[in-house]
């Protein structure tokens, strides 16, 4: 895994302010938080306008991001439990979203990837996101059999969460599912599967 020269594979390159943005938007999970933390105290004169966080507080044991969040010079914080109702309240603030715009993603491939795919569905260029990734390397993996999803992989090799198939995570990724695609691993000697490694940790 994480085979080098795979085109569909994310790239992370920071966050950067976006100094002629009208309306900042925030999408962060765990320890991505810190990565916005570490943005303003960079470039927090560049950051003009409203600004409107929307973090899924998912980082047990972590620093009290949401305050430190709450502290930043920034109009709302929307603290959610988990990612899922993170993205349902960024649908929320992107539906009446404007021109001039700009949104920021940080936190785990997860995160990072619903917010891209958000974007796109909204009708916006999904490179025009600014991304980082932080904290946990886990995966979410669409099984290309079924096409359900199972969430927070961190081994080479998954059972499938809906038909319960071996499947081998690949880095091939796809951006309008937002996920790792999961091949049966099996599928021509069933009950033959490699070891299997926690490696997205």
């Keep these: 895994m994480l085979v080098d020269g795979i085109k569909s594979r994310p790239q992370y390159p920071g966050l950067t302010a976006d100094a002629f943005a009208k309306v900042h938007v925030f999408a962060a999970d765990g320890d991505g938080a810190q990565a916005v933390i570490d943005l303003f105290e960079r470039q927090g004169r560049d950051i003009n306008g409203r600004v409107i966080v929307v973090y899924a507080d ?18 709302l914080v929307h603290c959610m439990p988990t990612v899922a109702t993170a993205i349902t309240r960024l649908v929320g603030v992107l539906n009446v979203a404007r021109m001039g715009t700009r949104i920021y993603a940080s936190g785990t491939e997860t995160m990072i990837g619903l917010t891209v795919q958000l974007a796109q569905e909204l009708g916006m260029d999904p490179a025009t996101v600014i991304t980082e990734h932080r ?65 997205f940790k």
């Design 58 to 75: 998912t980082a047990p044991g972590a620093p009290d991001y949401a305050s430190r969040l709450e502290a930043l010079p920034v109009e």
């Design 135 to 199: 904290g946990s390397r886990a995966r979410r993996v669409q099984c290309v059999h079924c096409k359900g999803m199972t969430e927070n992989v961190t081994t080479n090799i998954v059972t499938c969460a809906h038909c319960g198939l071996s499947l081998l995570v690949r880095d091939h990724y796809s951006k309008r599912r937002a996920a790792f695609q999961g091949v049966c691993v099996d599928a021509e000697v069933r009950g033959e599967i490699p070891e299997i490694t926690e490696i």
